[in-house]
């Protein structure tokens, strides 16, 4: 069965400093992997998605994230925090053998301190 | 903005009302999705529809009923609730149902008295 853990309920960082939310997952065959972002009274924003190839991963606002397949993690990364970047952040993954359903994590929120 | 919109945004009702929500994407997509968000609690998958046609019904209550009688609005009929069903229920659109990104509507915020 397809699984993914957000350990951490909150992360806080103060600005300017390089921020990490964690993902882990589970799920047979290759996975298919996404961040996305929630900001308050709004639906879940796409971030980034890993599907094959390149390891890090590039998306918007300066965020990338790092598939690590023998911890079968997929880290959220951003080398300079901004106060704008404090919102809800959720990490799911989907199995590549011909499953559509995307698990989500839980979620992570982040505070940025100015 | 994200071209999935939802209505109303939020409801309150009552245990025995009769009620639906709305979703419309204008991305011309063919898959569209409903989500429920609780505090605390990871993204529950209620419905899949891939071209008009449910192809997941995650193992939700009865009182939840999902219509879609286009590729472009998505309805959630709702009736007997319980208080435990208040939560912001997510409707989502992708261009399909392999690789794609999900783009998610602002949801609805329900609470059930």
């Known amino acids: 069965a397809q699984s993914v853990a957000q350990p951490e309920d909150q992360v806080n960082v103060a600005e300017g400093n390089p921020l990490t939310v964690k993902c882990t997952y589970s799920?047979?065959?290759?996975?298919?992997l996404f961040w996305y972002v929630q900001y308050p009274n709004r639906g879940l924003q796409f971030l980034l998605k890993?599907?094959?190839?390149?390891?890090l991963v590039k998306g918007s606002y300066g965020f990338e994230a790092e598939f690590n397949k023998s911890q079968t993690s997929f880290h959220l990364k951003k080398p300079s925090a901004l106060v704008s970047d404090s919102a809800l952040y959720f990490c799911a993954v989907r199995a590549n053998t011909g499953g559509f359903k995307t698990i989500f994590g839980a979620g992570t929120r982040l505070f940025v301190k100015a | 903005e994200t071209g999935v919109t939802q209505t109303p945004r939020h409801l309150v009702m009552g245990m025995t009302n009769k009620k639906s929500l709305k979703c419309e994407q204008h991305?011309?997509?063919?898959?569209m999705y409903w989500y429920k968000q609780s505090a605390k609690k990871p993204l529950e998958l209620m419905f899949v529809y891939s071209l008009e046609e449910r192809v997941e019904n995650n193992s939700v209550p009865s009182r939840f009923s999902p219509e879609c009688p286009n590729s472009s609005h998505l309805f959630l009929h709702l009736h007997t609730l319980q208080p435990e069903d208040s939560a912001l229920y997510l409707c989502a659109s992708s261009p399909g149902l392999g690789t794609d990104t999900q783009y998610f509507g602002p949801g609805t915020r329900l609470t059930v008295l």
């Open positions: 890993y599907i094959t190839g390149d390891n």
């Open positions: 991305l011309g997509h063919n898959a």
């Open positions: 799920v047979s065959g290759n996975p298919y």
